[in-house]
């Protein structure tokens, strides 16, 4: 649905390299993850997905053609970091002028404005006020509504969730996961790395304006990482029963306390069989908890995001 393939991008005549030959693909019904530290080009990619900047070289196709085609922009929803709206206009009016301008049939209005921001969750009464009382995750809110509409083949969000309270951004994943569901190609930016593996199927991790790596989320293997198991009462054998179980399933304890362990596991499937083992070995196992998420992993000890 949508290649980027030998992607640069440079400003100040050539001195500043922001995007360098970069090369990845996001499939129909996918949410396609853009993680880097600041300056690694991620705004730029942005951009030039949108046909708001002309890369130097290499290419962007979607099926419809590149970005720069018609079909290709009246297919694509988009949602900004940096929202900019007309403060006097209200929420209903802005989801309803950006229905007009999809050229979505106006006996459909009503309707499709409604359930846009019914969907996003923005309250009914703030509907007919200015934008310009709204509070930043209002604004977010309502700018997801205009982007979703119609709905679009293709919708790329910059930082969905910021300023977004909790039940808004559980609001807003169950959105767009329904969006992927009918078929919708999702390409979010965004550092809150929690969110972005909570919705993404796959993360495409940028440096230095280079793609550094491609995670499948959906892999089982999900390499070596630490997991905090709490119990409310040990066995007998306690720390050494502890430890026995972490070697069957393949894991390796590292703390051992009243209350809780730490364990080093290599995959999901260990990780399950870890606490299998010790519920199996009478731990009174109450909670299960990763202390570092998949994603951070990549840039602990770098350079912060």
């Known amino acids: 649905m949508l290649r980027v393939e030998g992607l640069s991008k440079t400003y100040r005549g050539g001195r500043v390299r922001a995007l360098d030959g970069m090369t990845?693909?996001?499939?129909?019904?996918?949410?396609?993850?853009?993680?880097?530290?600041?300056?690694?080009?991620?705004?730029?990619?942005?951009?030039c997905l949108l046909g708001l900047l002309r890369p130097d070289s290499g290419t962007i196709q979607f099926t419809e053609g590149d970005q720069n085609a018609l079909a290709v922009r009246a297919a694509t929803g988009y949602l900004p970091e940096r929202l900019n709206f007309d403060r006097w206009m209200t929420g209903w009016a802005f989801v309803a002028y950006h229905h007009a301008l999809a050229r979505r049939p106006p006996t459909t209005r009503e309707a499709e404005v409604t359930a846009a921001l019914e969907s996003v969750g923005l309250q009914t009464d703030a509907w007919r006020s200015p934008v310009r009382r709204y509070s930043r995750g209002m604004l977010q809110r309502v700018g997801l509504a205009q982007a979703i509409l119609g709905p679009p083949r293709y919708l790329l969000l910059d930082e969905p969730?910021?300023?977004?309270?909790?039940?808004?951004?559980?609001?807003?994943?169950?959105?767009?996961?329904?969006?992927?569901?009918?078929?919708?190609?999702?390409?979010?930016?965004?550092?809150?790395?929690?969110?972005?593996?909570?919705?993404?199927?796959?993360?495409?991790?940028?440096?230095?304006?280079?793609?550094?790596?491609?995670?499948?989320?959906?892999?089982?293997?999900?390499?070596?990482?630490?997991?905090?198991?709490?119990?409310?009462?040990?066995?007998?054998?306690?720390?050494?029963?502890?430890?026995?179980?972490?070697?069957?399933?393949?894991?390796?304890?590292?703390?051992?306390?009243?209350?809780?362990?730490?364990?080093?596991?290599?995959?999901?499937?260990a990780v399950a069989a870890l606490v299998r083992g010790l519920t199996e070995a009478g731990f009174s196992v109450v909670g299960v908890a990763s202390i570092e998420g998949r994603l951070e992993r990549h840039f602990a000890g770098r350079d912060a995001t």
Request: with cysteine.
């Open 24 to 47: 990845f693909e996001a499939r129909a019904g996918e949410a396609l993850g853009i993680v880097g530290p600041n300056g690694a080009g991620k705004t730029t990619l942005m951009g």
């Open 161 to 269: 969730s910021s300023g977004v309270d909790p039940a808004g951004v559980l609001q807003i994943r169950a959105v767009l996961n329904d969006l992927k569901a009918r078929g919708t190609t999702i390409v979010l930016n965004s550092h809150q790395l929690d969110q972005v593996e909570k919705l993404c199927d796959r993360v495409v991790l940028v440096r230095g304006g280079r793609v550094e790596a491609i995670d499948d989320l959906h892999s089982n293997e999900r390499g070596r990482r630490e997991v905090e198991v709490r119990w409310a009462s040990v066995p007998p054998a306690g720390l050494t029963g502890a430890s026995a179980v972490a070697a069957s399933a393949g894991c390796e304890l590292k703390t051992f306390e009243e209350q809780r362990g730490v364990f080093a596991a290599a995959s999901e499937d």
